[in-house]
């Protein structure tokens, strides 16, 4: 059994050893002819022609032939490998000889000093016992373990959203109601530092809502192309190491452009707010109250609206929330940030009036 696993691997061993060396120091031939009385001392590599090594020639190296007549009558030190064709020996070979693929004729005088495997083909010798040859038959006989089948992998599944992959619906619910409050509080905040800029800029938005919606549309196209065509510029300056200024200045466009929607989205709440304190007749209607509690309500509203498939979809809802902030920041750019009135000259209107009456106490009104 050893000896039959030995002579199963020496072909093998032979091809890694043999073919690489074989190339490396030998320059392919496709037809050579070394005659008597010649020696060579270098390997011999032959591509698909004929090798003829004559009766009194030498070769003190190793020979290679791929699919090549091989004619072998004189002496060679070394091994020789051949891969296909046709092989015949009547001289010696003072190594191992291995033959894949092609048969082999041998005369009497052929001598082998090494193992001698002959795998894909048949032997011809009369000195078959001199060559002490083993022969692994026909590879044609040999039958290839069928290929297993590629197995269909499944489709991966669809990654779930935060709010899917926690609690479904109510986890949306929640998410929508925690933003609320975050924006009420906000808004609340925000009354409480800068209340006249924000009465100025939800007045505009009561009075001019179209003007104030058209305004806040261009406004945002105008940041956002601003945006890109600084971007591109600061890339291109960067080649030449002088666009890192660019940089700030994208930073301090985004930053506004996010204040900025922030406090028209407030100033849309403190209308909503007012409405609110009507409808329910509020006794404090203070700044602070109407923009916390309409600025919480309509993120409410509009989150929950807006996460309502049955409801066309949803999509008409983000109309709406869109609208309502290209209204706030319309309003926000035509009062300056809340720094002027708009329109010019209506500082007194009725609604100022109101509004101005619904922030002091009951007690101080004046009578009706």
């Known amino acids: 059994?050893?000896?039959?696993?030995?002579?199963?691997?020496?072909?093998?061993?032979?091809?890694?050893?043999?073919?690489?060396?074989?190339?490396?120091?030998?320059?392919?031939?496709?037809?050579?002819?070394?005659?008597?009385?010649?020696?060579?001392?270098?390997?011999?590599?032959?591509?698909?022609?004929?090798?003829?090594?004559?009766?009194?020639?030498?070769?003190?190296?190793?020979?290679?032939?791929?699919?090549?007549?091989?004619?072998?009558?004189?002496?060679?030190?070394?091994?020789?490998?051949?891969?296909?064709g046709s092989t015949t020996i009547s001289g010696s070979v003072d190594g191992d000889l291995v033959i894949l693929g092609s048969n082999l004729v041998a005369n009497s005088a052929a001598v082998v000093d090494g193992d001698c495997v002959l795998v894909g083909g048949n032997i011809t010798s009369d000195n078959r016992s001199g060559l002490n040859c083993s022969s692994f038959g026909d590879l044609s006989t040999v039958t290839m373990p069928a290929i297993p089948e590629i197995p269909i992998i499944p489709p991966l599944p669809r990654i779930p959203t935060p709010a899917e992959h926690s609690y479904g619906t109510l986890g949306r619910v929640g998410d929508i109601a925690g933003r609320s409050l975050l924006f009420?509080?906000?808004?609340?905040?925000?009354?409480?530092?800068?209340?006249?800029?924000?009465?100025?800029?939800?007045?505009?938005?009561?009075?001019?809502?179209?003007?104030?919606?058209?305004?806040?549309?261009?406004?945002?196209?105008?940041?956002?192309?601003?945006?890109?065509?600084?971007g591109i510029l600061t890339a291109l300056l960067l080649l030449v190491c002088i666009g890192v200024l660019g940089i700030p200045i994208i930073i301090a466009i985004a930053v506004l452009l996010f204040l900025g929607l922030f406090m028209g989205w407030v100033a849309a709440g403190v209308v909503f707010g007012r409405w609110l304190a009507r409808v329910l007749k509020l006794s404090n209607r203070r700044l602070t109250v109407t923009a916390a509690l309409g600025t919480a309500l309509l993120t409410l509203i509009t989150g929950l609206l807006s996460s309502l498939p049955f409801l066309f979809g949803g999509w008409i809802w983000t109309l709406v929330v869109l609208a309502i902030t290209s209204a706030g920041l319309g309003a926000l750019a035509l009062t300056r940030f809340g720094t002027r009135i708009y329109p010019p000259g209506s500082a007194m209107t009725g609604d100022k009036v109101e509004i101005v009456m619904e922030t002091m106490p009951e007690d101080e009104l004046p009578p009706k």
């Open 1 to 84: 059994m050893m000896k039959r696993l030995l002579v199963i691997a020496i072909p093998i061993l032979l091809i890694m050893v043999l073919l690489p060396s074989g190339i490396a120091h030998a320059a392919p031939a496709f037809d050579r002819v070394i005659r008597e009385g010649e020696t060579v001392n270098e390997d011999v590599v032959i591509f698909d022609g004929t090798l003829v090594i004559q009766k009194g020639a030498r070769v003190n190296g190793d020979v290679v032939a791929f699919g090549s007549s091989v004619t072998l009558a004189g002496d060679v030190n070394g091994d020789v490998a051949i891969f296909g």
């Open 184 to 230: 009420g509080l906000l808004a609340l905040a925000l009354a409480a530092i800068a209340p006249k800029h924000l009465t100025q800029v939800s007045d505009t938005i009561k009075q001019k809502p179209a003007a104030s919606g058209a305004v806040g549309f261009l406004t945002v196209f105008a940041a956002v192309s601003l945006l890109i065509i600084v």
